[in-house]
C-alpha cells in the first residue's frame, strides 16, 4: 500500500480534472451519505465504487473551531482483491478534487474567465485559485475575504478586494462558512458563473435572487437539496448528466454550480494519485 502524505507534489490538475470526467461517464454506486452531528461538528463517511477505478472510502469532518475546519483520511482499495491501494491525506485532496470538478463544471458551462473573483480565503479558495489558474490561466484573480484575504493574495500573486468587485467577476467563487448569503444576485454581471462550495446547512452563500437570475443549478450530488438551502428552489441539472450529454440546464442570465461533495470525485482523486505514484515508479525504475 502506498501512503501519501504530500498530496500537492503529485497532483497534475489537468489530468485530475479528465480523471473526474472519466469517474462521472463509469458505472459506479455511491453509498448514500449519513452524517454525524455533535457540538457543531458535522461528520460523515463518503464511499463509492467506480468501475476501472477501484472503492474509494473518505471519513471526512466539518470542525468549526479548527483550522482548517474541513479535515479528511481517504483510502482507494482493489475492488477484486480488496486490497488497499492509497492512503492519503484527504484534507488537500478534498480541495484538489472540489477544485477540479468545479473547472470541470465551468468548462461544460463554456465560461473561460477573464476575471476570477473568490470569496474566501480558506482551502477550498487557495485551491480553486490553482486550478483555475492552471486550467483557464484568468487574466485577474480577485480575492475577498474578512480577514485573510492580504495574505493569501500575496501568497499566490491575485489582488485583494473588495467584495463588490468580486462579485462582478466573470466567474464568482464562493468558498465560505457564512451563514448569511454572501453571494448577492443583483451585484452579478450578466452571463456570470457562480460557483458555490459551501459547507452544509446551516451554511448559506446564495440569496434569492441569484437562484431567481439563474433558474437552474448544475449540482454534483442527487443529495444537494436534502443538504444546502443554496440547491433549493430552482430546477437542478447533474453534473453527471452534463459530462455524458444528458442534461439541459434551462439557465436565465448567470449560471450556477452547487457543489456539496460527491464520493465519485474522491475515487477519481485517489486513483490519479495511484497512476502518478505508480508513473514515478515506472520511471524512477528506468533511470
Not at 46 to 66: D, F, N, Q, S, T
Request: aromatic fraction near 6%; charged fraction near 25%; hydrophobic fraction near 50%.
Amino acid at each position: 500500500m502506498i501512503f501519501v502524505q504530500d498530496v500537492d507534489e503529485l497532483v497534475n490538475a489537468a489530468e485530475l480534472v479528465e480523471d473526474i470526467a472519466a469517474a462521472l461517464r463509469a458505472r459506479k454506486q455511491v453509498l448514500p451519505r449519513r452524517a454525524l452531528e455533535f457540538g457543531g461538528v458535522w461528520f460523515a463517511p463518503m464511499a463509492a465504487y467506480v468501475e476501472g477505478m477501484g472503492i474509494g472510502a473518505k471519513l471526512v469532518g466539518i470542525y468549526p473551531r479548527a483550522q482548517p475546519p474541513v479535515k479528511a483520511l481517504a483510502a482507494l482499495i482493489d475492488a477484486e482483491t480488496g486490497e488497499p491501494l492509497v492512503l492519503a491525506d484527504g484534507t488537500r485532496l478534498t480541495a484538489w478534487r472540489t477544485a477540479a470538478a468545479s473547472a470541470l463544471a465551468a468548462r461544460l458551462l463554456g465560461t473561460s474567465p477573464e476575471v476570477l473573483g473568490v470569496i474566501g480565503a480558506g482551502l477550498q479558495a487557495e485551491y480553486h485559485i490553482r486550478v483555475f489558474r492552471e486550467l483557464f490561466k484568468p487574466p485577474r484573480v480577485l480575492v475577498y475575504s474578512r480577514s485573510r484575504a492580504k495574505e493569501l493574495a500575496a501568497r499566490l500573486g491575485a489582488e485583494a478586494a473588495g467584495l463588490e468587485e468580486a462579485l462582478k467577476a466573470d466567474v464568482v467563487i464562493a468558498a465560505t462558512n457564512s451563514r448569511e448569503p454572501v453571494v448577492r444576485g443583483s451585484e452579478l454581471r450578466r452571463g456570470a458563473l457562480v460557483i458555490s462550495v459551501g459547507a452544509p446547512r446551516p451554511v448559506r452563500e446564495l440569496d434569492d435572487v441569484v437562484k431567481a437570475r439563474a433558474k437552474c443549478a448544475v449540482v454534483d450530488s442527487p443529495e444537494a437539496p436534502e443538504e444546502t438551502d443554496d440547491a433549493m428552489g430552482v430546477e437542478l441539472a447533474l453534473l453527471e448528466d452534463l459530462v455524458v450529454g444528458k442534461a439541459v440546464c434551462r439557465r436565465g442570465d448567470v449560471m450556477l454550480y452547487k457543489s456539496v461533495g460527491y464520493a465519485p470525485f474522491d475515487v477519481a482523486a485517489l486513483y490519479h494519485l495511484y497512476k502518478r505514484v505508480r508513473g514515478q515508479l515506472v520511471s524512477s525504475s528506468h533511470h
